[in-house]
């Protein structure tokens, strides 16, 4: 199995655009992800999304030409690429913290990956508690 973990930065529109562009993309890659088996985890702050991908290499691959491709972002780079065992992911999910509520947002992703190797789980709950501003 392969997974890929990349971030990259939203567009002004998209990030000005919030709740509505978050659940707009949350729908149509849950979709995606269902249809390939894909798993992993999407985290957007509200300026840059970080996301894990795994499953077959192939469908991964094809899943990330697509990402690299969406014109919502911009500056996508890769962290790590590697091949897994087994899933360390058991779904797709998303998290924000678009909101106000940070710590809900910290919590969130502390349970989404727990799975996870450990530099995978450090990366996202480290990206939690980057401000968004940064």
Do not use: C
Not at 21 to 42: F, H, K, P
Not at 119 to 129: L, M, P, Q, Y
């Amino acid at each position: 199995m392969r997974q890929i973990v990349y971030i990259s930065t939203a567009r002004p529109e998209v990030a000005e655009a919030g709740a509505a562009s978050e659940a707009q993309i949350l729908a149509v890659s849950r979709r995606n992800n269902a249809r390939d088996a894909v798993t992993g985890v999407l985290f957007f702050n509200g300026k840059r999304f970080l996301q894990a991908l795994e499953g077959q290499p192939d469908v991964v691959a094809r899943a990330y030409d697509r990402i690299k491709a969406d014109p919502r972002h911009f500056a996508v780079v890769t962290l790590s690429e590697r091949v897994v065992e087994t899933r360390e992911f058991g779904d797709w999910a998303m998290a924000s913290s678009s909101g106000s509520d940070q710590k809900a947002a910290e919590t969130r992703i502390a349970a989404l990956v727990a799975g996870a190797t450990p530099s995978v789980r450090a990366t996202f709950e480290s990206f939690t508690r980057v401000k968004r501003a940064a």
